[in-house]
């Protein structure tokens, strides 16, 4: 099952460069350790030690962020896209 | 250095002012890799705080939607504090991660001045650059890198 994931710039280093990359998996989290699996060290910018999604990262499934939508637990199906972008913010 | 053409700057200030006391927060778009800051787009603060800002989590997809069809990238991520001075918070590092953005703070704390500084923030460490106001950002004698 090939979802495609948006790779925002500051997690190209993971990606060789790669904007956009594909992984298999039917919920988010499932696909985030795939993604880890080929890109090493991804998942921990993504996950925080507690296995929440970090607060500095934005995660939309079919540009629905995933903070409505059940978080890592979030259903992906084939043709489905996942897009991780920073947040912009501060205090 | 941070060059920016005078009308831009004087929008951000002017952004920066009409918030007051909340903090107000945007970004100047341009050609990616171009370091052109040409297109300004004010963001509106979710957190509508004077001490936090957010971009809206659905006005951030929309953005970069609009970024990436155009071929731009943030060159510019301004926002401004509204009691404190013109100069990165802990909060904005542990954010900050676009390492090609220019992060400008303007500080609206004194009514008649306008601090105006720009920073890089990259994996945490904070160097100020000088910021150049000019009439016109020049002609391109190169093209951008091409969108691939």
């Known amino acids: 099952m090939a979802i495609e994931v948006k790779i925002p710039t500051i997690l190209r280093t993971y990606t060789s460069g790669e904007k956009t990359v594909e992984a298999n998996g039917d919920t988010l989290a499932a696909v985030i350790d795939d993604l880890d699996a080929t890109h090493g060290g991804l998942k921990s910018r993504l996950i925080t030690d507690d296995g929440a999604l970090h607060r500095f990262v934005n995660v939309y499934v079919n540009d629905e962020d995933v903070r409505f939508t059940g978080s890592l637990e979030t259903a992906l199906k084939d043709g489905d896209s996942v897009t991780i972008l920073p947040a912009v913010a501060g205090g | ?148």
């Open chain 2, 1 to 148: 250095m941070l060059s920016i053409d005078r009308a831009t700057y004087d929008a951000i200030v002017a952004h920066a002012r009409r918030d007051h006391p909340d903090e107000a927060c945007g970004i100047v778009a341009g050609p990616e890799g171009s370091d052109r800051p040409q297109r300004m787009v004010a963001m509106l603060n979710a957190a509508r705080s004077p001490t936090f800002y957010e971009f809206d989590s659905s006005d951030l997809l929309q953005l970069y939607k609009e970024l990436d069809a155009n071929g731009e990238e943030p060159v510019v991520i301004y926002h401004s504090h509204t009691a404190t001075e013109a100069y990165p918070s802990r909060t904005d590092i542990s954010y900050a991660s676009e390492p090609n953005a220019h992060y400008v703070l303007v500080s609206t704390r004194l009514p008649n001045e306008t601090e105006f500084r720009s920073f890089r923030i990259v994996d945490a460490t904070v160097t100020e650059e000088p910021v150049e106001v000019v009439g016109a950002l020049p002609i391109h004698t190169r093209s951008p890198h091409p969108k691939t």
